[in-house]
């Protein structure tokens, strides 16, 4: 069964974002940036409340991850691309080239990008832990603010 909803998420007081998220069979399959407006009949059922509460839980630093079962289904190049960023350690970060690098596709950094920027799971799959090489946050699908509020998060969670 399919179920979509839409709701907020907060990154911190100042950058909250408007999410659609999608749940089958009781795994999270989509969650993207909600750019519509949110018609009243906009009523979340059980899954969904489930997913938010998980989200806002980790947004808050309640817990480490997502407790929220998903399934990542991607083009064999994304999902690989996808596998990787899913492997680098909470605190740490990669850049797009070591990351193109460490699948066996040295020359494909800008793929890599693309990769990511069709992350559907952003949240789930940490995306933003991928880097430019010139040591700035880059883009992020949720925007850089957020993108550098969940980088500083993870470092401090890291070391603490």
């Known amino acids: 069964m399919k179920e979509e909803g839409i709701f907020e998420i907060v990154f911190s007081p100042e950058v909250k974002k408007t999410v659609k998220a999608v749940v ?24 969904l409340v489930q997913l938010s509460l998980a989200i806002r839980n980790y947004l808050a630093g309640k817990t480490l991850g997502i407790d929220y079962p998903f399934a990542l289904n991607a083009p064999d190049f994304e999902y690989q691309v996808l596998e990787e960023v899913a492997n680098i350690p909470r605190g740490s970060t990669m850049t797009y080239k070591e990351l193109a690098q460490k699948i066996g596709r040295p020359g494909a950094y800008r793929a890599v ?19 430019p090489g010139n040591g700035k946050p880059g883009k992020y699908i949720f925007g850089s603010e957020a993108k550098q509020i969940l980088l500083s998060r993870e470092k401090a969670t890291k070391k603490g």
Request: proline content about 12%; charged content about 20%; aromatic content about 4%.
């Open 24 to 47: 089958e069979d009781g795994r999270c399959v989509s969650l993207k940036p909600y750019r519509g407006v949110v018609g009243k009949d906009n009523e979340l059922t059980a899954p």
């Open 113 to 131: 990008g693309h990769a990511l920027a069709t992350n559907p799971l952003p949240l789930f799959v940490p995306c933003h832990r991928v880097v």
